[in-house]
C-alpha cells in the first residue's frame, strides 16, 4: 500500500494558490500551479475535485489575474533577495578560489626563489660478481627461398646473397652485444639457439618450382652458414658454447608432417649431427640435439629452465591478440608436466619478447605468404637476450635487425 496524503486545510490551498497566481502575468495553469506550488495534485483533489473548483473559491475565475500593488512590490523583493543570495554564494565560491590561486603562485615563486639542492649520483662500475647467460636465437632462415620485391610492395627483398649478407649480419650483431653487455656481466655461456627452418623445402609443388636451391644443396649451404657463424663466436668471444638445435616443419623429407618420428624425417636434424661431428675437437662447444617436439635448458644449479621448440605445436588461426593468446594457452598446458620459466621458439616469424616466451622473427622477412595471410609487416631480425644469475630472470632482451 502506497503513504496516505497528506491532509492540508482548505484555507491553506486557497492560500498558496493566490500566491502562485501572483507570479504569472495571465491565466493560470495546471501545469504551471504544480511546477510552483508547495502542494501536490492529490493533497488539492481531497479538498477540491476540480481545479476550475480551486480557482472559484480563490476567486481567480477569471482569465486574467491582476495583482494589487503591495503583493507586486512583495513579490519584487523576494526575487530581489533570491538574486542577491545566489549572488553572495558565487562571490565566496570566487574569493575562494582566488584565495587558493594566490596559494599556489606564491608557491611558485617561492620555488623559483630557491637555490636547488643538488646532490651526485655515483657512478656505476661492473659488479665482479654478476654473472649472465647469452642466449641467441636463430630460426626460420628459408635461405633458398626468393622474395621479389613486386610481391610485397616494394617492402623486403630476398635471394641467396641477401640471405647470407643477413645472416653475417645476425653473427656480428651477436658479437657486438657480447662486447657490449660482457663490460657489466661476466657472460661464462652463450646458448645457440637453432630452431629449425632454415630451408623451406619442396614440400610443396610451387615451393619447388621456386625455389633458387634444391634441398640438398640448401641444407649443405646453410650448414657452411651456421658452422662459419659457430666459428666465428668462438674466434671473438671468450665464452663456451651450448648449440641448442631443433628441427622445423620446412625440412621434413615427407609431403605430410609427422609427430612421433618427426626428426627422424627431418634433413635439418642430419645436418645438426654433421655439425656436431665436425666440432667434436672443440672442447669449447657443446650440442644439444632435440630428439622430440620440446628440449630443455637448466641454468644455475636448475633454478632457471628454457623450454625450447620450433613453434609448430601451438596452433594460431588468427585473431586481433595475435599469436599471444595461443602461446600462453600452450605454455599454461605444457607446464603442467615440466615447468619452465621461459619458452622459446620460432615458425609464426614474428619478433616478440613476452614475459614468459620470446617469439623470433625470420631472416627471410615479409614474403608473398604474409602478405596473403594479412600479416603484420615485420623487419628481418633474429633474438638475443640475456638471462641474469641473481635474479634468475630474463634480463636484456633486443631484437638484432639484419
Given at each position: 500500500?502506497?503513504?496516505?496524503?497528506?491532509?492540508?486545510?482548505?484555507?491553506d490551498?486557497?492560500?498558496?494558490?493566490?500566491?502562485?497566481?501572483?507570479?504569472?502575468?495571465?491565466?493560470?495553469?495546471?501545469?504551471?500551479?504544480?511546477?510552483?506550488?508547495?502542494?501536490?495534485?492529490?493533497?488539492?483533489?481531497?479538498?477540491?475535485?476540480?481545479?476550475?473548483?480551486?480557482?472559484?473559491?480563490?476567486?481567480?475565475?477569471?482569465?486574467?489575474?491582476?495583482?494589487?500593488?503591495?503583493?507586486?512590490?512583495?513579490?519584487?523583493?523576494?526575487?530581489?533577495?533570491?538574486?542577491?543570495?545566489?549572488?553572495?554564494?558565487?562571490?565566496?565560491?570566487?574569493?575562494?578560489?582566488?584565495?587558493?590561486?594566490?596559494?599556489?603562485?606564491?608557491?611558485?615563486?617561492?620555488?623559483?626563489?630557491?637555490?636547488?639542492?643538488?646532490?651526485?649520483?655515483?657512478?656505476?662500475?661492473?659488479?665482479?660478481?654478476?654473472e649472465?647467460?647469452?642466449?641467441?636465437?636463430?630460426?626460420?632462415?628459408?635461405?633458398?627461398?626468393?622474395?621479389?620485391?613486386?610481391?610485397?610492395?616494394g617492402?623486403?627483398?630476398?635471394?641467396?646473397?641477401?640471405?647470407?649478407?643477413r645472416?653475417?649480419?645476425?653473427?656480428?650483431?651477436?658479437?657486438?652485444?657480447?662486447?657490449?653487455?660482457?663490460?657489466?656481466?661476466?657472460?661464462?655461456?652463450?646458448?645457440?639457439?637453432?630452431?629449425?627452418?632454415?630451408?623451406?623445402?619442396?614440400?610443396?609443388?610451387?615451393?619447388?618450382?621456386?625455389?633458387?636451391?634444391?634441398?640438398?644443396?640448401?641444407?649443405?649451404?646453410?650448414?657452411?652458414?651456421?658452422?662459419?657463424?659457430?666459428?666465428?663466436?668462438?674466434?671473438?668471444?671468450?665464452?663456451?658454447?651450448?648449440?641448442?638445435?631443433?628441427?622445423?616443419?620446412?625440412?621434413?623429407?615427407t609431403?605430410?608432417?609427422?609427430?612421433?618420428?618427426?626428426?627422424?624425417?627431418?634433413?635439418?636434424?642430419?645436418?645438426?649431427?654433421?655439425?656436431?661431428?665436425?666440432?667434436?675437437?672443440?672442447?669449447?662447444?657443446?650440442?644439444?640435439?632435440?630428439?622430440?617436439?620440446?628440449?630443455?635448458?637448466?641454468?644455475?644449479?636448475?633454478?632457471?629452465?628454457?623450454?625450447?621448440?620450433?613453434?609448430h605445436?601451438?596452433?594460431?588461426?588468427?585473431?586481433?591478440g595475435?599469436?599471444?593468446?595461443?602461446?600462453?594457452?600452450?605454455?599454461?598446458?605444457?607446464?603442467?608436466?615440466?615447468?619452465?620459466?621461459?619458452?622459446?621458439?620460432?615458425?609464426?616469424?614474428?619478433?616478440?619478447d613476452?614475459?614468459?616466451?620470446?617469439?623470433?622473427?625470420?631472416?627471410i622477412?615479409?614474403?608473398?605468404?604474409?602478405?596473403?595471410?594479412?600479416?603484420?609487416?615485420?623487419?628481418?631480425?633474429?633474438?638475443?637476450?640475456?638471462?641474469?644469475?641473481?635474479?634468475?630472470?630474463?634480463?636484456?632482451?633486443?631484437?638484432?635487425?639484419?
Amino acid at each position: 500500500m502506497g503513504k496516505p496524503v497528506p491532509s492540508v486545510s482548505k484555507t491553506d490551498l486557497i492560500k498558496d494558490v493566490k500566491q502562485v497566481a501572483l507570479k504569472i502575468d495571465g491565466t493560470l495553469t495546471r501545469d504551471f500551479l504544480r511546477s510552483h506550488s508547495v502542494y501536490t495534485d492529490q493533497q488539492r483533489a481531497k479538498v477540491f475535485p476540480t481545479f476550475d473548483s480551486l480557482l472559484k473559491a480563490a476567486d481567480l475565475d477569471k482569465k486574467v489575474i491582476e495583482a494589487t500593488p503591495a503583493e507586486r512590490l512583495a513579490l519584487k523583493q523576494a526575487e530581489l533577495q533570491a538574486k542577491k543570495e545566489d549572488g553572495a554564494k558565487l562571490l565566496t565560491e570566487a574569493i575562494s578560489k582566488i584565495t587558493k590561486l594566490e596559494a599556489e603562485r606564491e608557491t611558485l615563486i617561492s620555488l623559483h626563489d630557491r637555490t636547488p639542492q643538488l646532490y651526485d649520483i655515483p657512478v656505476q662500475t661492473p659488479s665482479k660478481d654478476s654473472e649472465s647467460v647469452m642466449c641467441i636465437v636463430a630460426s626460420d632462415w628459408h635461405s633458398e627461398e626468393p622474395v621479389e620485391p613486386g610481391q610485397v610492395g616494394g617492402l623486403n627483398e630476398h635471394n641467396l646473397e641477401i640471405g647470407e649478407a643477413r645472416a653475417n649480419n645476425f653473427w656480428r650483431g651477436c658479437q657486438r652485444f657480447y662486447d657490449i653487455f660482457s663490460r657489466d656481466t661476466n657472460i661464462p655461456t652463450i646458448i645457440v639457439g637453432l630452431l629449425g627452418d632454415f630451408i623451406t623445402n619442396s614440400i610443396h609443388e610451387e615451393l619447388a618450382e621456386e625455389n633458387l636451391l634444391n634441398p640438398t644443396e640448401a641444407i649443405y649451404r646453410v650448414q657452411n652458414m651456421l658452422l662459419s657463424g659457430i666459428r666465428f663466436l668462438l674466434k671473438n668471444t671468450k665464452s663456451d658454447l651450448v648449440v641448442v638445435c631443433h628441427s622445423g616443419n620446412h625440412g621434413r623429407t615427407t609431403i605430410h608432417q609427422r609427430i612421433a618420428n618427426e626428426v627422424g624425417n627431418s634433413l635439418e636434424h642430419f645436418m645438426f649431427f654433421n655439425m656436431r661431428d665436425q666440432l667434436a675437437d672443440e672442447p669449447r662447444v657443446k650440442f644439444q640435439i632435440a630428439t622430440g617436439y620440446h628440449s630443455y635448458t637448466r641454468l644455475f644449479d636448475s633454478k632457471y629452465t628454457i623450454r625450447w621448440h620450433h613453434g609448430h605445436g601451438m596452433n594460431f588461426g588468427g585473431g586481433v591478440g595475435g599469436i599471444t593468446i595461443p602461446v600462453n594457452k600452450a605454455i599454461a598446458q605444457w607446464n603442467k608436466g615440466v615447468k619452465a620459466d621461459l619458452d622459446v621458439f620460432g615458425h609464426f616469424h614474428t619478433s616478440i619478447d613476452g614475459k614468459n616466451f620470446v617469439s623470433n622473427g625470420s631472416l627471410i622477412g615479409y614474403n608473398a605468404f604474409a602478405v596473403r595471410i594479412k600479416a603484420d609487416f615485420e623487419r628481418p631480425s633474429q633474438s638475443l637476450f640475456l638471462v641474469n644469475k641473481r635474479y634468475n630472470a630474463k634480463g636484456i632482451y633486443t631484437p638484432i635487425y639484419v
